[in-house]
C-alpha cells in the first residue's frame, strides 16, 4: 500500500461528491484493482456496530430485557475497536452512557442534538434473524429499542426500524 493511499483512505468516507469518489476511484485502478483486506481497507465503525448487534441476536438470550441488555452490553464493548474509524459523536455519546448492567440500562436520556444514521447503519442483521411476518412485532421493538439505545430522535430510530425491516422483506422475497 503505498503511502498516498495510506493517508487518503481516512477521508473517502467525507467526500460528498459522487463524481469526485469515481475519479479517485479510477485512480486507484478501478473496482476490479481493489482488493478489499485489512490493514489498507478496515471495516467501517458501521460495520463494527452491525457485527455487535448480530452477536448479541446470536448470545442465545430469550427475555426481551436481557437481550436488550445483551444488545447495550456488546454496543458499549465494541466501542474499544474504534481506533482510525470515526464513529460519531451520537454513536460515542450514547454507547457511553448505556448502563448494560442496570436493570433498563438500555434507556438513555434524549439527545437533543442527536444527528447520524448510525442505527440504521447496525440493524440489518435484525431483519434476518426476525425475518417472516410472524417475526413482525419483535422485529419492530428491537430494531427500535436497538436504535434508540444511540440514536433516540425519531429520523435516528425509525432509520434502524427501515434498514430491518426491508431486510426481512428482502428475505421473504417480496417484489
Ligand atoms: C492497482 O493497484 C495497485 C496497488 O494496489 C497499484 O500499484 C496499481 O497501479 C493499480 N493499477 C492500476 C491500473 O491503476
Redesign the pocket.
Known amino acids: ?2 503511502l498516498w ?1 495510506e493517508l487518503l483512505l481516512p477521508f473517502v468516507l467525507f467526500i460528498f461528491a459522487g463524481p469526485t469518489i469515481h475519479q479517485q476511484l479510477q ?4 473496482l476490479d ?1 481493489i482488493t478489499a483486506t485489512p490493514p489498507g481497507w478496515p471495516v467501517s465503525d458501521d460495520t463494527v456496530m452491525h457485527i455487535a448487534t448480530g452477536e448479541a441476536l446470536a448470545s442465545g438470550k430469550t427475555d426481551k430485557e436481557a437481550m436488550l441488555l445483551e444488545i447495550a452490553a456488546k454496543y458499549k464493548e465494541c466501542m474499544k475497536d474504534m481506533e482510525g474509524r470515526k464513529p460519531g459523536p451520537t454513536s460515542i455519546l450514547g454507547t457511553d452512557l448505556l448502563q448494560p448492567d442496570k436493570p433498563g440500562g438500555y434507556i438513555i436520556p434524549f439527545n437533543p442534538t442527536g444527528t447520524g444514521c448510525g442505527a440504521a447503519m447496525r440493524s440489518m442483521c435484525i431483519g434476518l434473524r426476525y425475518s417472516t411476518p410472524e417475526d413482525l412485532d419483535d422485529l419492530i421493538m428491537y430494531s427500535i429499542e436497538s436504535g434508540r439505545m444511540t440514536h433516540n430522535h425519531p429520523t435516528g430510530y425509525l432509520g434502524s426500524l427501515a434498514s430491518a425491516l426491508f431486510t426481512s422483506y428482502a428475505a421473504q422475497l417480496k417484489p
Do not use: A
Not at 485512480?27 to 478501478?30: I, R, S, Y
Open positions: 500500500m503505498n493511499l485512480e486507484l485502478g478501478g484493482n
